[in-house]
């Protein structure tokens, strides 16, 4: 399986501030996927970010918001730009496991609080 | 976009065998049924999938019957580092999107 890290792991910001969130993956990869999961809540999925071209975002989530780079086959960045406390969530990054189907490996995830 | 339903919570004892059962009525004939478990402030992992029939792991064993409408994940005699949410999750990565319905949050007590 691969080995997934996300920087930071957490943190807090102000409100109106922007974030970027690393995620690196210890292969190479094709498709890395960006979820968010409010406390107590499921995953929902943010986008879908493919090397070399432009990520795919799911309805509700625009690029404005989210800018995602993934500039190689190891790693992916999400920014959630002018935040405000409805933001306040883990953020995590998985990718397609060996098995393809439906298996994906996660990252730890990173908890991000606005104030 | 095969959507699943699973009950919301899950009561167990350490030592006994769990069944979670998922429905995936509309599942697509290319479809895989995966399984993950999540612990608090932590990601999913990937516990077992299956296509058709039955799989089993070192950690649990998957069910899925013949019309793949619906699937059960076994865990054998649990402990109570078993608690934890448990998701299934239906589609293949490179045509669908991989949808996560609510989860089945086991308890298991001493």
């Known amino acids: 399986s691969a080995v997934i890290s996300q920087k930071p792991s957490r943190d807090i910001c102000q409100r109106g501030t922007s974030l970027t969130i690393q995620c690196q993956v210890d292969s190479q990869v094709t498709m890395m996927f960006w979820y968010r999961q409010q406390p107590g809540q499921s995953l929902t999925l943010i986008a879908t970010a493919n090397q070399g071209s432009e990520a795919t975002y799911e309805s509700g989530f625009v690029i404005d918001k989210f800018p995602i780079s993934r500039p190689n086959l190891t790693f992916s960045t999400l920014t959630v730009s002018n935040m405000s406390p409805e933001d306040s969530s883990i953020y995590l990054c998985s990718v397609v496991g060996p098995s393809g189907g439906s298996e994906q490996y996660f990252g730890p995830g990173t908890r991000l609080t606005v104030t | 976009l095969a959507k699943t339903t699973q009950p919301i919570s899950m009561d167990s004892y350490e030592g006994q065998e769990v069944n979670i059962t998922c429905s995936h009525n509309n599942i697509a004939t290319n479809d895989y049924i995966t399984w993950y478990q999540q612990f608090p402030s932590q990601g999913p992992r990937f516990i077992i999938q299956?296509?058709?029939t039955k799989v089993t792991n070192e950690v649990a064993s998957l069910f899925i019957p013949a019309d793949r409408k619906s699937s059960t994940l076994s865990l054998p005699r649990v402990s109570l580092s078993d608690t934890a949410v448990y998701y299934c999750?239906?589609?293949?990565?490179?045509?669908?999107?991989?949808?996560f319905g609510t989860g089945t949050r086991l308890q298991v007590f001493p």
């Open positions: 999750l239906v589609g293949v990565w490179d045509t669908d999107k991989l949808i």
């Open positions: 299956g296509y058709k």
